[in-house]
């Protein structure tokens, strides 16, 4: 393969994974920052979605109905900045293959805890919302492991890698 065909397609996956982790990033910040009466309607519906019925009707309370809601989401809520630390850090390591492996993952690190504190912190401004230091935690610690699943792979990869080139180095001597 063609050096330039090699770098064309490097761009390509750049630009497909920043897209992916942007979309990722605003879909998150559109959900956070729905006003209170929304962002509730919106989780009883999916809710709702997901039992395939409507618990309110069934007989089922409506303190039943708002833990199962708020339940679904904190799953949700770690789901989402989970795939946010793995997309994020993987992006970061992809985009800059030259910066060192310990340069990428400050960024990453950086970058992924802002978005989690951001997005939590920045409810006190949305009417009828408000900030939670342990929904703040909750996202910082997903996007923590999915920065730190991404981390390890890439750190045993170049590892990997460097007692190849050893072994083929001294092979060839």
């Known amino acids: 393969m063609k050096k330039g065909a090699k770098k064309s397609k490097r761009w390509l ?16 910040a559109y959900l956070s920052f729905q006003n209170g009466e929304d962002a509730k309607v919106i989780g009883t519906k999916l809710v709702n979605k997901l039992t395939e019925t409507n618990y309110l009707k069934q007989g ?6 708002l833990t199962l809601t708020y339940l679904v989401r904190q799953f949700g809520r770690f789901f989402a900045f989970l795939l946010i630390g793995i997309m994020g850090t993987l992006t970061i390591h992809v985009s800059f293959p030259r910066c060192s492996w310990l340069f990428k993952t ?10 989690a504190y951001l997005t939590e912190k920045l409810k006190i401004y949305i009417p009828s919302r408000h ?38 180095a001294s092979h060839a001597s």
């Open 60 to 65: 089922e309370s409506e303190e039943e109905m």
């Open 106 to 115: 400050v960024i990453a690190l950086t970058i992924i805890t802002a978005i």
């Open 131 to 168: 900030y939670s230091y342990e929904e703040m935690l909750i996202s910082i610690e997903a996007a923590a492991i999915g920065f730190l699943f991404v981390s390890v792979i890439t750190l045993a990869v170049r590892a990997v890698k460097g007692v190849f080139h050893l072994l083929t």
């Open 13 to 28: 996956l750049v630009l497909m994974l920043w897209a992916m982790f942007i979309s990722l990033v605003a879909g998150v």
